[in-house]
């Protein structure tokens, strides 16, 4: 097989990390580049949801469905609606995304889409080459979010959680919600040794996500999450099956790992998404991260700062993460106290500042006081172990 045409940029993976790129080099000066996108599938489907938090209006605040900036927590023998302000949560459809960025490219005649299946992606002299089962592709850079299928074996001297979840967006027969007002995390439910809990993102007066969210090594049988979503349906929030229909289901899997993902595997080759590192270790966030990554990558193309690429986040915040994946992991203190004690002993915006990685040094601190110690110190010791 031939290499096809030559392209400045090839995307690897057209879903959030490919796409945001995408979307944010049309902003830039490298717009008019000739782009080529590759992913197996041409996503047309509402197959995910993405919240994140943030002070100010954000690039794609047109699509964002919904937001609050009022969300109860429920933790062990604590509940308060918390003021997050000056932070607004936001939610966005993976459709309404998909949509938004492709109405985007279709306006350029420099993006090329190919939908093929990823082989391998390698280096040569100039640049980097893309082998699909259609065809072979060579640009002088490539990003790509094509995950290592051997990322587990890896991380066998790191903790490896997996973020697992299954929502329902519900739609009730009578006025039911309070659509500014939101629950971020209810521990109320049976941990059964892991980190569970739910959240309810209303949309409206009659809809709602409800999402049942587990820390675990392990995932789940199919029908353990629909008993939980039922169970918390009707025991927290007094609705009976009669009382509502499942307009849409979402379910998902995300690694929460201290492994450190390789930021490059060639000089041309560039790894992006959780690929490349950017979901956050602690909380399985990535919207965010992957889009101040994207803003990062395209500075450093514009601007021909392209000697290396520095991972997502800050080193001293990876430490911090490592440490409350080892406490969990290792069942060193239960996760619902662990998220009982922050929100009940730090003002909500310190905490989502802290998870956002934007904390100073006394609030850091703040934020440790907050939890027992001998615990974190054990995780701690473990965590430095894995440096």
Known sequence: MTANATYDIIIAGGGCAGLSLVYHLLQSEWKDRSILMIDREHKRENDRTWCFWETASGPFEAIVHQRWQQMYFHGHAFSQLLDIRPYTYKMIRGIDFY?????????????????????????????AEVITDKENYRADWVFSSVRDANEVAQAHNHQYLLQHFKGWEI?????????????????????????????????????????????????????????????YLQKYLQLHEGDYQIAHEEFGVIPMTDMRYPRQSGRRIIRI?????????????????????SQQLVHH???GQTTSFLPVGH??????????????????????????????????????????????????LAIMHSVPVIPFLK?????????
Request: net charge negative.
């Open 99 to 127: 949509q938004y960025v492709h109405q985007a490219i279709a306006l350029h005649q420099n993006i090329t889409c190919v939908q093929a299946h990823i082989q391998e992606i390698r280096e040569h002299d100039h640049g």
């Open 171 to 231: 739609r009730t027969n009578k006025p039911f919600f309070n659509p500014q007002q939101a629950t971020l995390m209810d521990f109320r439910i049976e941990q059964h040794g892991d980190c569970r809990f739910m959240y309810v993102l209303p949309v409206d007066e009659q809809t709602a996500l409800v999402e049942f969210t587990l820390f675990s090594a392990e995932l789940l049988p199919a029908d353990e999450y629909n008993r939980a979503l039922h169970q």
């Open 273 to 293: 998404g959780t690929a490349g590192g950017a979901t956050k270790a602690s909380t399985g966030y990535t919207f965010q991260r992957i889009q101040q990554d």
């Open 301 to 303: 193309l514009v601007s």
């Open 315 to 364: 080193r001293r915040f990876a430490l911090f993460d490592s440490v409350l994946l080892n406490v969990m992991g290792r069942h060193l203190y239960p996760a619902k106290k662990t998220f009982t004690h922050l929100f009940q002993k730090n003002p909500p915006p310190r905490v989502l500042k802290f998870l956002d990685e934007d904390t100073h040094l006394g609030e850091d």
């Open 379 to 387: 995780g701690t010791w473990h965590a430095l172990r894995s440096l």
